[in-house]
Each structure stands twice: as structure tokens, then as C-alpha cells.
């Protein structure tokens, strides 16, 4: 099971940039498919971007053309860079990991807050 650090949250004004990173411990690094959720106050935790082993990527409609999702296998790391930052997309934003060959196994970061206000 891979533990998962997070950092890169914070304050912005709207249309402003951030950049979420994920540090993955562990091997087998490749066989994961990689992610973020976020969730916002009284809301449901939604799924705003993954990437899979082989690189191929899934953004939720409401982030298309702002965020960009990468990862680099060699050092273990996922990172999302958010532009044009609207406030609808405040919440706190949790990395996740996928066992492609046991999709049970998911791991969570702690999570991190990403606030967009003027």
C-alpha cells in the first residue's frame, strides 16, 4: 500500500494558478492509477482528474482546458496544475491512488485546502 503526501493548496484571487503535488512512498508506483477528488462544504467528494498508468487522462467536465494533470514515474509523483481558478472551485482536495490490479486497494492523502476568493 502506497502513502500519499500532499501539498500546494492555499489562497488565490479567481484566475489566478495553483499547483497540487503528490509524493508517493512505496514501489510499484506504475501500477497505480493516480488522482484527485476534492470536496467542498456541504457537498459530495467528486473526482476532478486521474491519470493511469500509461498515461491516458479523465477530467471532470467542470475543469476541462484549466487543469492539467501529469505525473512522473520516476519520482513518484502526480501533480495537478489548476489555472483560471474560479471560486466554485474552493474545497479541499484529496490525492488518491488506484491498485489497477486490485481496485479495492485505493490510498488517500490527508487532503489539502484550496481556497479561491478575492
Known amino acids: 500500500q502506497v502513502q500519499l503526501v500532499e501539498s500546494g493548496g492555499g489562497l488565490v484571487q479567481p484566475g489566478g494558478s495553483l499547483r497540487l503535488s503528490c509524493a508517493a512512498s512505496?514501489?510499484?508506483?506504475?501500477?497505480?492509477?493516480m488522482g484527485w477528488y476534492r470536496q467542498a462544504p456541504g457537498k459530495q467528494r467528486e473526482l476532478v482528474a486521474a491519470?493511469?498508468?500509461?498515461?491516458?487522462?479523465h477530467y471532470v467536465d467542470s475543469v476541462k482546458g484549466r487543469f492539467t494533470i501529469a505525473r512522473d514515474n520516476a519520482k513518484n509523483t502526480v501533480n495537478l496544475q489548476m489555472n483560471s481558478l474560479k471560486p466554485e472551485d474552493t474545497a479541499v482536495y484529496y490525492c488518491?491512488?488506484?491498485?489497477?490490479?486490485?481496485?479495492?486497494?485505493?490510498?488517500w492523502g490527508q487532503g489539502t485546502q484550496v481556497t479561491v476568493s478575492s
Open positions: 488518491y491512488a488506484q491498485n489497477d490490479y486490485a481496485p479495492a486497494s485505493i490510498a
Open positions: 512505496g514501489s510499484m508506483f506504475r501500477i497505480y492509477t
Open positions: 491519470i493511469g498508468n500509461g498515461g491516458s487522462t
